[in-house]
């Protein structure tokens, strides 16, 4: 059975602080790694990652992942309050398939 | 990236009434769409997958005669819940995978109210 945990559960920051999340999988057949910001509605895409090493970034946001250790990291620069929100991480099955999620990672940012 | 919307963002309805909710990609077809409940604090748990022309599959533990789901285009599937009660009470979401393409884009959602 597929896996994906995403860890640490929750942190708070204050502004101007840097975050590390991190997203474990266990998958049969790595197609590609997706990354979600979820406030309090539907997840917004962030990036999605397919192969090792190369990093993906948008404004404060990059994220890089390692397919040899089977991990992906996202990261946030200079957290502002509005980067409040869950994070998640899903890999799907295959292309137009279904996701597996990871649990999510709650992140708040104070001012 | 791709647009999905859904339609009612917030419903409240009877204990025993059914409520019908839409979930439309805008500017691509799909040919694939899934249905997702989220209660609060919670992780996203799929429901089912809708497939274009032909049933629902539904996940382990989903009533699929309570959740109605029809995908009547390549742009338009509906969730029904029937006879709904407070424990359907719930955010539903739906999503949709451009046709040969591994990242979903997902629809703000619709909050449900059983009252």
């Known amino acids: 059975e597929d896996k994906v945990v995403q860890s640490p559960l929750s942190l708070v920051v204050h502004e101007g602080d840097t975050v590390t999340l991190n997203c474990s999988y266990e998958?049969?057949?790595?197609?590609?790694l997706l990354w979600y910001k979820q406030e309090k509605k539907a997840p917004t895409f962030l990036f999605m990652l397919?192969?090792?090493?190369i990093e993906k970034k948008s404004g404060r946001l990059s994220s890089i992942l390692d397919k040899k250790e089977l991990f992906s990291i996202l990261n946030i620069t200079a957290t502002q309050t509005g980067d409040s929100a869950v994070y998640l991480c899903a890999l799907p099955k295959a292309a137009g398939n279904k996701l597996t999620f990871g649990g999510g990672t709650r992140v708040l940012v104070k001012p | 990236g791709a647009v999905v919307s859904q339609h009612p963002s917030r419903v409240i309805c009877k204990s025993g009434t059914s409520v019908k909710i839409e979930c439309r990609s805008l500017?691509?077809?799909?040919?694939?769409m899934f249905w997702y409940r989220q209660f609060p604090k919670q992780s996203l748990m799929l429901m089912a997958t809708s497939n274009e022309g032909s049933k629902a599959t539904y996940e382990q533990g989903v009533e699929k005669d309570k959740f109605l789901i029809n995908h009547a285009s390549l742009t338009l599937s509906t969730l029904t819940v029937t006879s709904a009660h407070p424990e359907d009470s719930s955010f539903y979401i739906c999503?949709?995978?451009?046709?040969?393409?591994?990242?979903?884009?997902f629809g703000p959602g619709t909050r449900l109210t059983v009252t």
């Open positions: 999503s949709a995978p451009r046709s040969g393409a591994y990242e979903q884009y």
């Open positions: 998958v049969t057949n790595f197609r590609s």
């Open positions: 500017d691509f077809q799909a040919t694939t």
């Open positions: 397919t192969s090792s090493g």
